[in-house]
């Protein structure tokens, strides 16, 4: 059982800065992997950026520069900087940990999802 709440969201103007939270509880571990998703209306949920355990960092191509990923192991919680943020950034962000009870089953746990607005 995997609980992610988030917070940080909200509404900014185009080039303003927001910084999101996850914090993670249950079943999980300092070395699962962890990240942040976005969503739009009719559109595929895709990455914006993930983290290793070890800090390994994978960002999708329309945010490298700008945001920034980070994790407190300790407290169980992954960070999501972003600056410079576009209108084209507007989105439902998703926290999400991995874990893998099995070597062959992988499961994706999320959060409720945090609506981020950038007025033009």
């Known amino acids: 059982q995997v609980q992610l709440v988030e917070s940080g969201g909200g509404l900014v103007q185009a080039g303003g800065s927001l910084r999101l939270s996850c914090a993670a509880s249950?079943?999980?571990?300092?070395?699962?992997?962890m990240g942040w998703y976005r969503q739009t209306p009719g559109a595929q949920r895709e990455l914006v950026a993930t983290?290793?355990?070890?800090?390994?960092?994978n960002y999708a191509d329309f945010v490298k520069g700008r945001f920034t990923i980070s994790r407190d192991n300790a407290k169980n919680t992954v960070i999501l900087q972003m600056n410079n943020l576009k209108p084209e950034d507007t989105a439902v962000y998703y926290c999400n940990v991995q874990t893998q009870p099995h070597w062959y089953a992988k499961i994706d746990h999320w959060g409720q999802g945090t609506q981020v607005t950038v007025s033009s």
């Open positions: 249950g079943s999980i571990s300092v070395m699962n992997t």
């Open positions: 983290i290793t355990s070890s800090g390994s960092t």
